[in-house]
């Protein structure tokens, strides 16, 4: 992997990353950019004890640009778009409306391929080790900055997820807090700590998956699995089976054979519904141990934490939509329609060829 680092028209970081080390990145931003300005403000609930970002700047964003606008695609000519050089094969930047920024902490865009038409799951194995690869640093990257306690890569997929781009990409988010859902895994951790005399919680949960019928997929290094008690119709963990706390902890062994299982895995996802159904929407999301202090939490330390990927799809059935209703949104109690060993024996029936 060969990694380039520029600036764009209006100051903000872009890093190219390509396959080949003989690869040139001089190509210059010709837009008319002024500064990025941003208006990003943590504040913290009360009563919940979470924390959430206001950021009204990004209600001007784009949205849903046709494809010859499309500003993740390579500049072209007079087509000028975020992205100067005329090819890449994986390319990350700073957001131009973020969510987070200076103080409050960092948003980075992830483009996975220059072919606007694709997604993850066209990518050759080669390119997707790439896209890990980039993942992995930008994790390193982010984490050393004074204001990142956490650092999460995920994709969103589909225009019922919200996704108002439609080329193929996936964002970081480098908060300056622990996110309330890592937050409730460290507490149920160091209890599940406590209670056995130091036994580890994501140990004992993947050993059971592992023994059960939930199973998707498994490889030397790697197993795929529908959870016990699976918030969505279609919900997958990923797990290496090497338990490590981040992307940076992963060996050869599990990066050389990722790309294998995880390809494998989003193809399945589109074949949930079978076939002439339109591409399964899905949100694909990396969760890593925090970077920062952990006192808070009983004794946990960041080696007690298992990095896994949560893939999930809100279509339920063909045609249809799992909303987040009155005790979902109101009281964060899901229902579930899809019994998780019917989603898994799903996942397994249509196993690509």
């Known amino acids: ?18 396959l080949r080390d003989d690869t040139v990145r001089d190509a210059v931003d010709r837009r008319p950019l002024e500064p990025t300005v941003t208006t990003s403000e943590i504040r913290r ?16 964003r784009t949205y849903h640009p046709p494809a010859d606008q499309c500003p993740l695609c390579p500049s072209r000519g007079e087509r000028l778009s975020e992205i100067p050089d005329s090819s890449y094969d994986v390319v990350v930047f700073e957001n131009r409306f973020p969510s987070l920024a200076g103080d409050s902490g960092r948003c980075e865009v992830v483009c996975f391929t220059s072919d606007h038409d694709a997604s993850f799951a066209d990518l050759s194995e080669e390119q997707a ?7 992995t640093d930008r994790t390193s990257e982010l984490s050393h900055l004074p204001s990142v306690e956490q650092v999460f890569c995920f994709e969103n997929r589909g225009a019922e997820i919200g996704v108002t781009l439609g080329h193929p990409h996936g964002q970081i988010y480098a908060y300056p807090f622990t996110t309330p859902r890592t937050a409730l895994m460290l507490r149920s951790l160091a209890a599940h700590k406590d209670a056995t005399g130091g036994e ?20 030397e290094q790697w197993v795929a699995f529908v ?14 089976k090497r338990r490590v706390p981040d992307l940076l902890g992963l060996d050869e062994a599990a990066r050389t054979e990722f790309p294998q299982v995880y390809l494998e895995l989003l193809r399945r996802f ?35 934490f298992a990095l896994h990927l ?9 045609g249809k939509l799992k909303f987040l209703a009155g005790s979902e949104s109101g009281m964060n109690v899901f229902i579930n329609d899809v019994p998780p060993e019917r989603a898994a024996e799903r996942l397994r029936e249509v196993a690509s060829s």
């Open 45 to 60: 609930d009360p009563l919940l004890g979470d924390s959430i970002a206001v950021a009204s700047h990004r209600q001007g």
């Open 270 to 304: 589109d074949r949930i519904f079978g076939e002439g159904e339109p591409p399964t929407p899905y949100i694909a999301a990396w969760h890593q141990a925090p970077f920062g202090q952990l006192e808070e939490f009983d004794g946990v330390t960041r080696d007690d």
């Open 310 to 318: 949560e893939l999930f799809t809100i279509r339920r059935t063909s």
């Open 129 to 135: 080790r790439l896209v890990l690869d980039a993942w």
């Open 1 to 18: 992997m060969k990694k380039t680092s520029t600036r764009l028209a209006d100051g903000r970081e872009l890093v190219y990353y390509d």
């Open 200 to 219: 580890n919680l994501f140990d004992a949960v993947l050993a059971e998956e592992l023994a059960g019928e939930r199973v998707v997929l498994e490889s």
């Open 227 to 240: 959870p016990y008690a699976a918030h969505w119709p279609y919900e997958v963990h990923l797990y290496p």
